[in-house]
């Protein structure tokens, strides 16, 4: 008897003698580790059971974009978040974007904020990602301000690449990491220890006198008013 919703049912054993080679076997992070398997218990069929059409649901890890990187990093990602709202923490959103093969977590930061401190606040957050049980799988976090949207690829790398200042990269070392993290050697894999590390792009801009904070150079970085009327106005600029 098995559910009515089931796919497909496979019933056997699994050997205690009988060992076999599993692997090597494409990765979340993208890449086949040639020469690598294992040994694994044997399972033996018995018996198998489905539906008319069945579908077989799996996932070809490799490069992304794929289910790895989708499903999993989704829900990795809204686990964290579900966590974090449970400190008192400004935080806003928190993302893995598809294309970092769930190497990255991003995690936006309310930007009208009380503190100060951002390299504190930084990694208090960095923290408290790698201590709930989504941030177990996330080596790099990178924190940055709410104005960015973790989902736009061209936001972040922009935000990125001009908001880090590489002295304030935090690394923390000795930390676990989960063993199939793609840049790891064999020594950090077989002990699922390696260095963490705490990306703060947060700017000090939110505590800078309003007359020379500095603004996006775009069209959102205009005040809301002149938006709508651009837009209200477009069609009689010609456009």
């Known amino acids: 008897l098995v559910p009515a919703s089931t796919e497909i049912v496979i019933e056997g054993m699994v ?12 990765e979340y992070g993208g890449y086949v580790w040639t020469g690598r398997h294992k040994q ?26 794929e289910e790895n990187h989708t499903n999993w990093g989704m829900n990795i ?5 579900y966590s974090l709202r449970k400190t008192d923490l400004p935080v806003k959103e928190c993302f893995i974007p598809m294309e970092s093969a769930a190497h ?11 503190e100060t401190d951002d390299n504190a606040l930084a990694l208090e957050i960095g923290r408290a990602v790698f201590a709930s049980r989504g941030g177990s799988y996330i080596p790099k976090v ?16 922009w935000a990125f690449a ?43 801009f ?14 959102r970085g205009y005040s809301k008013a002149l938006q709508q009327h651009v837009i ?7 456009f």
């Not at 990602?77 to 978040?81: P, R």
């Open 162 to 204: 001009t908001r880090h200042h590489p002295d304030r990269r935090m690394a923390l070392a000795d930390q676990y990491m989960f063993p199939l993290v793609a840049y790891l050697s064999q020594e950090e894999k077989d002990a699922s220890v390696s260095t963490r590390v705490i990306y703060n792009c947060l700017t000090p």
């Open 77 to 81: 990602a809204a686990s964290i978040q």
């Open 40 to 65: 694994v218990p044997c399972f033996h069929v018995t018996a198998m059971t489905y539906r008319d059409n069945p579908i077989m649901p799996l996932c070809v890890a490799g490069v992304p974009v």
């Open 15 to 26: 050997s205690l003698q009988t060992e076999l080679q599993e692997g090597p076997m494409g």
């Open 206 to 219: 939110h505590n800078w006198p309003k007359e020379v904070r500095p603004v996006e150079a775009s069209f």
């Open 232 to 238: 209200e106005n477009w069609e009689n600029y010609g």
């Open 104 to 114: 990255w977590l991003v995690v936006t930061v309310d930007r009208n904020r009380s």
């Open 142 to 157: 990178i924190i940055m301000d709410d104005d960015i949207d973790p989902g736009n690829l061209s936001q972040l790398i």
